[in-house]
């Protein structure tokens, strides 16, 4: 009986192990998520040719699954909205990040989407820079979900030279989230993850790469003949340009005056993506990510796009040179999972947390319809037009990013009701040119638009963050700044994002029904059979998955 019993009990040992095998041969050993700050969808296909190898975004692009119609599904498009959608399958009005800052409506303050007074910097002079944690994210991620389906044997860490674009994807539960600090030029983190930096980062911010990149400069890549015929002219007063000892436009950029005087340039210089790897794989070898059969999470982002944006807009020659120097820096990345990881042990996707208007001069320039209507001059015109009516200005608590917050309190006080105020606003602000309309947030369902822009308005809207009306611009109108380019509204220019898989368990080929960005979360879940993350209104892209 006792035989029988130990045979039983080993063949069930043996079944047992047998099965754990087969379900980790079929999940990778690491999942790298990768989010390009401000990329648009058609730059691939705008690019495709001058990239000087099918080794980066062509891998993805041709050796992967490409979903060609993926949308952003709420307003604010900005970096921390989509970084937290990407890793939540969530929006705004269920995660709770509505912006990159934000007035909140129960403290009467301004917050940053990222900040935590209650922590640390570790690893910088610093301190400033370091009081960071995903606090103000209220749901949870992937990486959450993923440590939840293994008692928290996962890893889980993020990197990007933004704080915002390592700490919401890395999630609540990361073993480490790492940003790039301009102040000392050192990559930190906080002690939100851990108490100091492990000892291979410190051997990283030693060498203190910084230099020797400013040192390189910036020059072109290709012939200048490339730029002269597919992109805008270089040399634009509409620029925003880049910051030496004055403002400069056109190339080369000779940058080693900054070296020793100002780090934070990197964010906005193509050497800034080369930081972000070369940090990874010193992470992935010291951390041993992707090192066992149990998937771990590795969440990069490249911000230095989204600066180049900015200043020099989608059509300029920095943003075509930009993607050029990009490429190459993740062909060698995706060399190196191959050869560290293995080819088939690594999931990968990629994808942008928004995208990017053009520049209003140049748009002009080329007869289409553009022009700024900043927040500062909606806040101006309506201290005027409140005057006017013999009301006071602090009835309005904050104008941010084309949305108006009313002072409840006050208008409480002084018997001003909600829709009196909206109904003079708005008839104000829909009489100036660049105003499509004013929409109340609360009561965007009901606003006369087409459906898709009422739920993009209704998924960006939570009552204690948001404001009470959004004023919608006409399409090319941008709330940016007297130069250069921005981005943060619901058209495509914004809201059309890239969005590749590739690697194990993926299915090569063009998916080209529509997507949204919080889909990507339930697909990385089913991918790995684990939980969607809590917030998630999302549904796998089943085409993708083999
Ligand atoms: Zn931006």
């Not at 108490?195 to 040192?215: C, E, G, I, M, R």
Request: hydrophobic letters at 35%; one cysteine or more; a neutral charge.
């Amino acid at each position: 009986m006792k035989i029988v019993f130990s045979l039983l009990f080993a063949m069930f040992a043996n079944l047992a192990t047998a099965q754990s095998n087969k379900s980790n041969n079929t999940k990778p050993k690491l999942v790298i998520g990768i989010v390009i700050d401000q990329m648009r969808w058609d730059n691939v296909n705008r690019y495709r040719s001058f990239f000087k190898s099918k080794n980066g975004f062509l891998k993805l692009a041709d050796e992967g699954a490409s979903c060609n119609y993926n949308l952003i599904p709420y307003v604010h498009t900005v970096t921390a909205c989509g970084h937290a959608a990407i890793y939540t399958g969530s929006v705004p009005a269920i995660h709770g990040i509505v912006g990159n800052s934000w007035f909140n409506n129960l403290t009467g303050k301004t917050e940053y989407c990222v900040e935590d007074k209650s922590v640390s910097s570790i690893g910088s002079g610093n301190q400033l820079s370091g009081k960071m944690s995903p606090k103000n994210l209220w749901t949870s991620t992937i990486g959450d979900e993923l440590k939840l389906s293994n008692n928290f044997q996962s890893k889980v860490i993020g990197i990007s030279l933004k704080d915002r674009g390592a700490i919401l994807p890395a999630g609540h539960a990361a073993n480490a989230a790492y940003w790039y600090d301009g102040e000392t030029g050192n990559m930190i983190s906080s002690t939100y993850y851990q108490q100091n930096l492990p000892k291979w980062a410190t051997n990283f911010n030693n060498l203190h790469k910084v230099d020797s990149f400013y040192k390189q400069g910036w020059t072109l890549s290709l012939p200048k003949q490339v730029y002269e015929k597919n992109c805008d002219t270089d040399d634009n007063a509409y620029e925003t340009g880049f910051y030496e000892e004055k403002v400069k436009v056109n190339f080369p950029f000779d940058l080693t005056k900054l070296i020793g005087k100002d780090y934070k340039r990197l964010f906005a210089i193509p050497q800034g993506n080369n930081l972000i790897t070369d940090f990874a794989k010193e992470a992935i070898q010291n951390e041993q990510l992707g090192a066992d059969s149990i998937t771990d999470l590795l969440t990069l982002s490249f911000s230095t796009p989204d600066y180049i944006g900015h200043n020099f807009g989608p059509y300029s020659w920095e943003s075509l040179d930009g993607y050029v120097k990009l490429d190459e820096v993740l062909a060698d990345f995706f060399a190196y999972l191959d050869k560290k990881i293995g080819k088939d042990n690594y999931t990968l996707f990629l994808t942008a947390d928004h995208a990017i208007a053009p520049i209003p001069g140049f748009a002009k320039k080329n007869k289409l319809p553009a022009d700024y209507y900043v927040s500062a001059d909606i806040s101006k015109d309506l201290t005027n037009l409140l005057a006017a009516n013999n009301l006071t200005k602090e009835l309005i608590s904050n104008v941010y990013e084309s949305t108006i917050y009313f002072n409840h309190k006050l208008m409480d006080s002084l018997n001003i009701s909600d829709a009196f105020l909206t109904q003079l606003i708005s008839k104000f602000l829909e009489s100036k040119p660049n105003v499509l309309q004013v929409v109340n947030n609360r009561n965007a369902a009901l606003a006369p638009l087409p459906q898709l822009i009422r739920e993009m308005l209704l998924n960006g809207y939570t009552p204690q963050r948001s404001g009470d009306l959004t004023v919608l611009l006409k399409s090319g109108v941008i709330d940016g700044y007297p130069t250069g380019a921005s981005h943060g509204v619901f058209y495509n220019y914004d809201s059309h994002i890239p969005l590749y898989f590739y690697g194990k368990g993926i299915k090569k080929g063009n998916v080209n029904s529509m997507n949204y960005m919080t889909d990507i979360a339930p697909t990385i879940s089913t991918l790995l059979g684990i939980q969607m993350p809590s917030g998630s209104i999302g549904k796998p892209i089943l085409e993708v998955l083999k």
